[in-house]
């Protein structure tokens, strides 16, 4: 039967499992029906456009005027050489927003994406091609990496770079791939409430699970707008707890710690109830059917949980109920 609540039921479990160092799957459960993608939909689309990446903006070549031009000993044109560039996944190793970073090669040798790292930044696909020499080849170039979010293009960078260099369109984004899956999940044989897992997948400049709490500290801060109109700071304000360990302290005391008769206790404790917690959680038909529970301790029974504020006028919340079904599995582990 269906019951009048005051509040949508608060979910109790997240779980991360880090399948590896660029992928994490991140699972959250259980929400009220429509809750799920209430918050999974905005929460990918925050994790897509607001993770903070690093990106080349713009290159200036040593012997070219502009990108259609050709540098002399290197196979590529610069359209290649830039497009491979563009490719390479940069990691500034200080806090800097920007940095400029020269390179210089000569000679015979294939250049590889692993060739760029240095003092300043770190490259996090080091296996990338960039560029074929040939034994007169010298290349010498300067790259200008910055710090962003989402797709910038490069006509919207022309004023930012020099004007002697090449500005790049910049691709920030250090996350690959970001979807979710819901499900229904069971609870107390309800089930209509569903389970939310994230499938994120990054280029290894920031991790995944990195990216999912940058995105919910991202959706916390936009939702600060409306303090003023709730007189309340959203992003500071407690959440309180429905059920921390005080407020389950009554539903734990033993069974043996009730004073109930010795007939009473043994036929509890044959069918393996150790807690008042449990019984609580029973309804009075699977007390009843407890082995050999005679009516006298039926009554006993239900006079302790009187005692102990556990009558029929008792309403356990979904919340409370949840968590307590949790701590009494791992006590009786």
Same mark, same amino acid.
């Given at each position: 039967?269906?019951?009048?609540?005051?509040?949508? %039921?608060?979910?109790?479990?997240?779980?991360?499992?880090?399948?590896?160092?660029?992928?994490?799957?991140?699972?959250?459960?259980?929400? +009220?029906? @429509?809750?799920?993608?209430?918050?999974?939909?905005?929460?990918?689309?925050?994790?897509?456009?607001?993770?903070?990446?690093?990106?080349?903006?713009?290159?200036?070549?040593?012997?070219?005027?502009?990108?259609?031009?050709?540098?002399?000993?290197?196979?590529?044109?610069?359209?290649? %050489?830039?497009?491979?560039?563009?490719?390479?996944?940069?990691?500034?190793?200080?806090?800097?927003?920007?940095?400029?970073?020269?390179?210089?090669?000569?000679?015979?040798?294939?250049?590889?994406?692993?060739?760029?790292?240095?003092?300043?930044?770190?490259?996090?696909?080091?296996?990338?091609?960039?560029?074929?020499?040939?034994?007169?080849?010298?290349?010498?170039?300067?790259?200008?990496?910055?710090?962003?979010? @989402?797709?910038?293009?490069?006509?919207?960078?022309?004023?930012? *770079?020099?004007?002697?260099?090449?500005?790049?369109?910049?691709? %920030?984004?250090?996350?690959?791939?970001?979807?979710?899956?819901?499900?229904?999940?069971?609870?107390?044989?309800?089930?209509?409430?569903?389970?939310?897992?994230?499938?994120?997948?990054?280029?290894?400049?920031?991790?995944?699970?990195?990216? %999912?709490?940058?995105?919910?500290?991202?959706?916390?801060?936009?939702?600060?707008?409306?303090? @003023? *109109?709730?007189?309340?700071?959203?992003?500071?304000?407690?959440?309180?707890?429905?059920? #921390?360990?005080?407020?389950?302290?009554?539903?734990?005391?033993?069974?043996?710690?009730?004073?109930?008769?010795?007939?009473?206790?043994?036929?509890? #404790?044959?069918?393996?109830?150790?807690?008042?917690?449990?019984? *609580?959680?029973?309804?009075?038909?699977?007390?009843?059917?407890?082995?050999?529970?005679?009516?006298?301790?039926? #009554?006993?029974?239900? +006079?302790?949980?009187?005692?102990?504020?556990?009558?029929?006028?008792?309403?356990?919340?979904?919340?409370?109920?949840?968590?307590?079904?949790?701590?009494?599995?791992?006590?009786?582990?």
């Amino acid at each position: 039967m269906r019951k009048i609540k005051v509040a949508p %039921f608060m979910p109790t479990e997240v779980e991360v499992n880090e399948i590896s160092e660029n992928r994490a799957e991140i699972t959250a459960y259980p929400f +009220e029906s @429509g809750y799920a993608v209430t918050l999974a939909h905005p929460l990918r689309r925050l994790i897509l456009g607001s993770s903070i990446g690093y990106a080349p903006i713009s290159v200036k070549i040593e012997g070219a005027a502009h990108e259609f031009d050709n540098i002399r000993g290197m196979h590529e044109d610069v359209a290649v %050489f830039i497009i491979n560039l563009k490719n390479i996944r940069f990691k500034i190793k200080d806090e800097s927003d920007r940095v400029e970073v020269n390179y210089s090669f000569a000679g015979h040798k294939e250049v590889t994406a692993q060739d760029l790292n240095n003092d300043l930044v770190e490259v996090v696909n080091g296996d990338l091609p960039l560029a074929t020499l040939n034994e007169d080849a010298e290349l010498n170039f300067t790259v200008v990496i910055s710090k962003g979010i @989402g797709y910038v293009p490069s006509e919207d960078l022309r004023d930012e *770079v020099a004007n002697d260099a090449i500005a790049l369109d910049a691709f %920030f984004t250090p996350v690959r791939k970001a979807n979710y899956s819901i499900e229904p999940v069971l609870v107390e044989d309800n089930p209509s409430f569903e389970k939310i897992t994230f499938d994120i997948v990054t280029d290894a400049q920031i991790g995944p699970v990195e990216a %999912f709490t940058n995105a919910l500290e991202v959706m916390n801060k936009q939702l600060s707008i409306f303090n @003023g *109109v709730l007189d309340v700071d959203i992003s500071t304000a407690p959440i309180k707890k429905s059920s #921390d360990e005080s407020e389950l302290k009554p539903f734990l005391q033993t069974v043996d710690s009730l004073g109930l008769s010795a007939r009473s206790f043994n036929s509890l #404790d044959r069918a393996g109830i150790k807690y008042l917690g449990e019984l *609580v959680l029973m309804s009075e038909n699977e007390i009843k059917n407890i082995k050999n529970l005679g009516k006298k301790s039926l #009554d006993e029974i239900n +006079e302790c949980l009187v005692e102990h504020g556990f009558g029929e006028d008792f309403d356990l919340s979904d919340v409370t109920r949840a968590h307590l079904v949790k701590k009494l599995e791992q006590l009786k582990q």
